[in-house]
């Protein structure tokens, strides 16, 4: 064995040092990584709420569309989604409201109701007002004889106003 070979042999490897942490190491980082896993958690919480509080339009606008399908129907079925969709305007202000403020109106005060509430939808509530008004006095051969194109503008202004009312915090 010659000398260069013999010197080969007798190196080592280096040593590598140890791999870096995967973990912070300082609390700083721990200490906002809990405070974004805190913040996380009360946004999911404070949507559910939402979600759980805005139950009653969802199914305010799905009693709509049930209603709205049987417009075509004919005059009397007609007559009779239009009682229903203002009985169910008062359901959903009764679902947000409290009973003393909404269950006893009527008529014009009803229609003054709808327009102060009707939050992003304030010309829907202009057109609910008379509609609603003439439907709570009418009877069935009255709303049986408003026309077909007035009865999808009035469900229109009903869905706007369910979906864009302002109701209390």
């Known amino acids: ?13 280096l040593r590598q040092p ?3 942490s995967w973990l ?3 609390q700083g980082w721990a200490i906002l990584g809990a405070l974004l896993l805190l913040a996380a958690l009360w ?11 805005r139950r009653y339009r969802r199914e305010a606008l799905a009693a ?19 009682a229903g969709a203002a ?18 109106l009527s008529g014009e005060a009803w229609g003054r109701f709808l327009g ?29 004889a408003l026309p077909a194109q007035e009865a999808r503008a009035f469900f229109g202004a009903c869905r706007q106003w369910i979906a864009g009312h302002r109701a209390p915090a």
């Open 1 to 13: 064995m010659d000398a260069p070979t013999a010197l080969l042999k007798e190196l080592a490897d």
């Open 43 to 53: 946004a999911g919480w404070r949507a559910w709420r939402r979600y759980r509080a």
């Open 24 to 26: 912070p190491q300082t």
């Open 18 to 20: 140890p791999p870096p």
């Open 116 to 144: 102060a509430h009707a939050g992003s939808a304030p010309e829907a509530a202009g057109r609910l007002a008379p509609v609603v008004n003439d439907i709570e006095y009418q009877g069935e051969a009255a709303l049986a």
């Open 87 to 104: 009985a169910l305007l008062k359901r959903t202000a009764l679902a947000a409201w409290p009973r003393e403020q909404v269950a006893a």
């Open 64 to 82: 709509l569309a049930a209603f709205e399908a049987s417009l075509d129907a004919g005059a009397v079925e007609r007559a009779r989604a239009l």
